[in-house]
């Protein structure tokens, strides 16, 4: 049973890998879902909208009920309609990977672009980034993008996943290259103000240590996340159905770890945001995600 988890692990990595990697060399995406058209998931669990929402009973807990609504409905038209390729600096390089998902990839394979929105600026984090309708509460970022396209990115610029955090029988933490992520927004879209100035922070700058109060100093390791089989045999990405996509306490889902020790008990948790940083919540951000290996080779050269 296990060689067959393995067995089928490999061949929905490779089959993936070969798919984004004739994207990017294909001059337009094809005309149906994208990547979506050629893998095969299983329908994922469905995802709590702001229609979805059950109505309240009395009429305070109805009022209150209909401004999380409107304001969830806010926060995805702002982000729907954004356009986050104009804060890369020459939007021209970037290769859109989905008709409909906010994720490119840039000519040279260097970068994966993705399109996100702040839902969190105080409190103690599990994440940088979860899915929409997921772990809003304790993530600083909120992504339109599923989990498997962004898997299937970092392997379409080179990047060598490892594994997620195993604790049986003891303790091993989450391996794979180490991936810098460099976050990006505009003062004018978080600040009501009329620059037009791109702030660049590296993501490590948004969290803080709870214990010591420093910048978080841990980078992100690529584990690759996790395949499931659903009863009838159909494997699906555990990512895209926990919203689980970039760790800072170990989930064996995430797409991106840290690779050490971090629990996911509240009261044990290791990081909270950094609030003087974070732009306002529903500000647009574009996240570039690059190999670190890379990026200390460029510095290597530079010297």
């Given at each position: 049973m296990f060689n067959r988890y393995l067995s089928l692990r490999y061949l929905t990595v490779v089959t993936v890998f070969f798919t984004l990697c004739s994207l990017l060399n294909a001059q337009e995406l094809p005309q149906e879902q994208g990547i979506d058209a050629a893998i095969e998931f299983p329908d994922q669990k469905p995802q709590t909208t702001p229609n979805s929402v059950p109505k309240a009973q009395t009429n305070s807990d109805s009022d209150q009920q209909e401004r999380v609504v409107s304001?969830?409905?806010r926060s995805i038209d702002i982000a729907k309609n954004y356009d986050y390729a104009s804060l890369y600096d020459q939007p021209e390089q970037l290769k859109r990977l989905d008709k409909n998902a906010p994720i490119w990839a840039t000519a040279d394979r260097k970068y994966v672009a993705l399109g996100a929105q702040v839902c969190l600026r105080e409190g103690e984090l599990e994440f940088l980034a979860c899915g929409r309708n997921s772990k809003e509460h304790e993530s600083i970022l909120t992504l339109d993008v599923p989990a498997h396209l962004i898997h299937a990115a970092l392997l379409a610029i080179g990047a060598k996943q490892g594994a997620p955090a195993k604790y049986d029988p003891i303790f091993i933490p989450p391996t794979g290259e180490k991936i810098e992520i460099e976050v990006r927004w505009r003062l004018s879209d978080s600040e009501q103000q009329d620059s037009e100035q791109i702030v660049k922070k590296r993501a490590q700058e948004l969290i803080l240590e709870n214990e010591s109060g420093d910048v978080m100093s841990s980078p992100w390791v690529f584990t690759g996340g996790l395949f499931g089989v659903n009863p009838d045999g159909k494997r699906y990405y555990l990512a895209n159905?926990?919203?689980?996509?970039?760790?800072?306490?170990?989930?064996p889902g995430a797409v991106l770890d840290v690779p050490f020790e971090s629990s996911s008990d509240n009261v044990a948790l290791?990081?909270?945001?950094?609030?003087?940083?974070?732009?306002?919540?529903?500000?647009?951000?574009?996240?570039?995600?690059?190999?670190?290996?890379?990026n200390d080779k460029e510095e290597v050269e530079k010297k």
């Open positions: 304001g969830a409905k159905v926990t919203g689980e996509i970039f760790g800072v306490s170990n989930f290791y990081y909270h945001a950094n609030t003087d940083v974070i732009p306002p919540v529903d500000t647009c951000v574009l996240l570039l995600l690059s190999r670190q290996k890379d």
